[in-house]
């Protein structure tokens, strides 16, 4: 049987609080008896001291006169009210540091009644309730395809879009970084998170180039040129990580620093600023607001991270570079929120209308050579055998896709260019099938009777297994429609993913014995039902639906 949240759970959890409560009302009521107590005792110490003042002034008369008494006597009785007086005051010293010492010790209670640290951690997969074998796939596998179902839903809306990018990466390498609110810091997770954004970077965007600059001490530092070569970005990052953050964040000689890169690129080509910064202040040697307006006049358009609070100035700079649009600056809520954002700039920005046009650009298909001779390659210099040959000018260079260093032509190969096109014209989203209405179980006799009709199938069950593997969902292929077995029969069109050709998998509330989701996602083009992984492949890897693409011409 799959997991459920379980009664019997349910109640220990709800005994276990109950316990912790009682614990709690135990302690609250023993400190007020205390606290009585001690009200008691203050209120007969003043009661014994109003008496001896009383007797005092009765033997020895307000002003102090003795009344029949000698001098000594006086002396004495005198001697006994300071030490009377003394003594509560020593009382309530004492009674004031006892006080504070529970107040101290409060702070470090736990819900036992012991000390904090000893109580029991209470974890939220404790009220998981696993079967006799325990299986807790059904609960599990859930969980992962809803995961899955967020990350494939992506915007299909076709815009046009600048599919040859050039991106500068700021990133922030401040003491700011040193915070611990990611694990293990700010600064280890960005570097991480930056070099996953490199690879799917290139990989969705083959003929765009990026740079990396960072800021510390009050300085930008360029790390990595901008190039079309993912590994060279990746090595400056990893040499970054044996660094330490250090110093304060200068946004304007980022920002300065990434103008100057993006001044050669031409004009067919997106200029793209993403900055990750999780600093709340910026030090800046001069006006920013100048800056700003450099980036909007030359179409340099900039997106912002932040890690940390909201800042007005990345606020002003998202909304003036990007035609008064102030959403592409977000603050991340978590790390799995800091890695949405980071993996949403891997789709290039809308075309703005201010700058529509069409502009016909000439790229090279060079032809791969092999050599037995090396020979040096014209972008590194260095003595490789084979490599490309520009078709313009015969350079040969080492990879593609690149710029010519000769003839400044873009070289790249049909499927960098066809790699690139999704971006244009997006894969519609699969729709989730529904769970059809359950009709009323038919009555099965000795535990469980199966009745078959023509057209199709119709398993029922006296009892739902519960089970996740292929006998969970039991299907005759004397029709077109599978039916799920259970309490009540649901009747599907397939029982097969179309794309990885698995069976779907039968997830149930082993409480109500009802279907959790169908498994099913369907192209409205082609009709065919796909699996939750075949899914995020289709969208994420393969850009085209393989039903379709079956179809007859």
């Given at each position: 049987?799959?997991?459920?949240?379980?009664?019997?759970?349910?109640?220990?959890?709800?005994?276990?609080?109950?316990?912790?409560?009682?614990?709690?009302?135990?302690?609250?009521?023993?400190?007020?008896?205390?606290?009585?107590?001690?009200?008691?005792?203050?209120?007969?110490?003043?009661?014994?001291?109003?008496?001896?003042?009383?007797?005092?002034?009765?033997?020895?008369?307000?002003?102090?006169?003795?009344?029949?008494?000698?001098?000594?006597?006086?002396?004495?009785?005198?001697?006994?009210?300071?030490?009377?007086?003394?003594?509560?005051?020593?009382?309530?010293?004492?009674?004031?540091?006892?006080?504070?010492?529970?107040?101290?010790?409060?702070?470090?209670?736990?819900?036992?009644?012991?000390?904090?640290?000893?109580?029991?951690?209470?974890?939220?997969?404790?009220?998981?309730?696993?079967?006799?074998?325990?299986?807790?796939?059904?609960?599990?596998?859930?969980?992962?395809?809803?995961?899955?179902?967020?990350?494939?839903?992506?915007?299909?809306?076709?815009?046009?879009?600048?599919?040859?990018?050039?991106?500068?990466?700021?990133?922030?390498?401040?003491?700011?970084?040193?915070?611990?609110?990611?694990?293990?810091?700010?600064?280890?997770?960005?570097?991480?998170?930056?070099?996953?954004?490199?690879?799917?970077?290139?990989?969705?965007?083959?003929?765009?180039?990026?740079?990396?600059?960072?800021?510390?001490?009050?300085?930008?530092?360029?790390?990595?040129?901008?190039?079309?070569?993912?590994?060279?970005?990746?090595?400056?990052?990893?040499?970054?990580?044996?660094?330490?953050?250090?110093?304060?964040?200068?946004?304007?000689?980022?920002?300065?620093?990434?103008?100057?890169?993006?001044?050669?690129?031409?004009?067919?080509?997106?200029?793209?600023?993403?900055?990750?910064?999780?600093?709340?202040?910026?030090?800046?040697?001069?006006?920013?607001?100048?800056?700003?307006?450099?980036?909007?006049?030359?179409?340099?358009?900039?997106?912002?991270?932040?890690?940390?609070?909201?800042?007005?100035?990345?606020?002003?700079?998202?909304?003036?570079?990007?035609?008064?649009?102030?959403?592409?600056?977000?603050?991340?809520?978590?790390?799995?929120?800091?890695?949405?954002?980071?993996?949403?700039?891997?789709?290039?920005?809308?075309?703005?209308?201010?700058?529509?046009?069409?502009?016909?650009?000439?790229?090279?298909?060079?032809?791969?050579?092999?050599?037995?001779?090396?020979?040096?390659?014209?972008?590194?210099?260095?003595?490789?055998?084979?490599?490309?040959?520009?078709?313009?000018?015969?350079?040969?260079?080492?990879?593609?896709?690149?710029?010519?260093?000769?003839?400044?032509?873009?070289?790249?190969?049909?499927?960098?260019?066809?790699?690139?096109?999704?971006?244009?014209?997006?894969?519609?989203?699969?729709?989730?099938?529904?769970?059809?209405?359950?009709?009323?179980?038919?009555?099965?006799?000795?535990?469980?009777?199966?009745?078959?009709?023509?057209?199709?199938?119709?398993?029922?069950?006296?009892?739902?297994?519960?089970?996740?593997?292929?006998?969970?969902?039991?299907?005759?292929?004397?029709?077109?429609?599978?039916?799920?077995?259970?309490?009540?029969?649901?009747?599907?069109?397939t029982s097969h993913c179309f794309g990885c050709q698995r069976r779907f998998p039968v997830l149930r509330n082993n409480k109500t014995g009802e279907l959790l989701t169908s498994s099913r996602y369907r192209c409205e083009e082609c009709t065919r039902d796909f699996c939750?992984?075949?899914?995020?492949?289709?969208?994420?890897?393969?850009?085209?639906?393989?039903?379709?693409?079956?179809?007859?011409?």
């Amino acid at each position: 049987m799959a997991p459920v949240i379980g009664s019997d759970s349910e109640e220990e959890a709800i005994v276990g609080v109950s316990s912790k409560k009682h614990v709690r009302i135990k302690t609250l009521r023993e400190s007020e008896e205390e606290e009585e107590e001690e009200e008691d005792e203050e209120e007969e110490d003043e009661d014994e001291d109003d008496r001896v003042n009383s007797e005092f002034k009765k033997r020895h008369g307000t002003g102090g006169q003795p009344r029949g008494q000698t001098p000594s006597q006086i002396v004495e009785a005198r001697r006994l009210l300071k030490e009377k007086k003394l003594n509560k005051k020593k009382r309530l010293d004492k009674k004031k540091m006892k006080k504070k010492k529970k107040l101290s010790n409060a702070n470090l209670q736990g819900a036992n009644g012991g000390y904090a640290w000893e109580d029991d951690i209470q974890r939220s997969w404790d009220l998981v309730k696993v079967d006799e074998e325990g299986n807790i796939a059904a609960l599990v596998a859930s969980i992962v395809e809803a995961r899955k179902k967020r990350a494939a839903e992506k915007t299909v809306t076709p815009y046009q879009r600048g599919i040859i990018r050039t991106l500068v990466l700021v990133l922030d390498c401040s003491e700011a970084m040193m915070e611990k609110d990611l694990r293990p810091t700010r600064y280890a997770m960005t570097v991480q998170y930056a070099i996953d954004f490199i690879h799917e970077y290139f990989d969705q965007n083959p003929i765009s180039q990026l740079g990396i600059v960072v800021m510390k001490n009050g300085l930008a530092h360029l790390i990595s040129q901008v190039s079309g070569n993912p590994q060279e970005h990746i090595d400056a990052l990893k040499q970054l990580r044996k660094e330490d953050s250090q110093g304060n964040a200068s946004l304007q000689n980022a920002l300065e620093m990434a103008r100057g890169l993006l001044l050669h690129v031409p004009a067919h080509c997106t200029r793209e600023v993403l900055i990750v910064f999780g600093s709340l202040s910026t030090t800046d040697p001069g006006d920013i607001h100048q800056t700003i307006a450099s980036l909007v006049h030359e179409n340099i358009r900039a997106k912002v991270i932040g890690l940390s609070a909201q800042v007005a100035v990345c606020k002003e700079l998202c909304k003036q570079t990007n035609y008064g649009d102030g959403s592409y600056y977000e603050v991340i809520l978590n790390d799995h929120h800091f890695k949405e954002l980071l993996t949403g700039c891997v789709t290039p920005l809308p075309v703005s209308k201010v700058n529509k046009g069409f502009t016909l650009v000439k790229m090279g298909f060079p032809t791969r050579v092999f050599e037995e001779t090396p020979s040096f390659c014209a972008c590194h210099s260095r003595l490789v055998h084979g490599g490309y040959v520009c078709p313009n000018c015969n350079t040969k260079v080492c990879s593609l896709p690149t710029v010519c260093p000769s003839c400044d032509l873009m070289l790249i190969l049909s499927t960098h260019l066809a790699r690139s096109y999704h971006h244009l014209m997006p894969l519609k989203t699969f729709q989730e099938v529904p769970v059809p209405a359950t009709p009323p179980a038919a009555p099965a006799g000795g535990g469980g009777a199966a009745a078959t009709t023509t057209g199709t199938t119709t398993i029922t069950t006296g009892k739902t297994t519960g089970k996740t593997d292929a006998d969970a969902g039991n299907t005759t292929a004397s029709g077109t429609s599978t039916t799920v077995s259970g309490t009540d029969s649901v009747t599907f069109p397939t029982s097969h993913c179309f794309g990885c050709q698995r069976r779907f998998p039968v997830l149930r509330n082993n409480k109500t014995g009802e279907l959790l989701t169908s498994s099913r996602y369907r192209c409205e083009e082609c009709t065919r039902d796909f699996c939750i992984d075949c899914d995020v492949f289709i969208h994420e890897s393969l850009h085209n639906c393989p039903g379709c693409e079956a179809r007859p011409m």
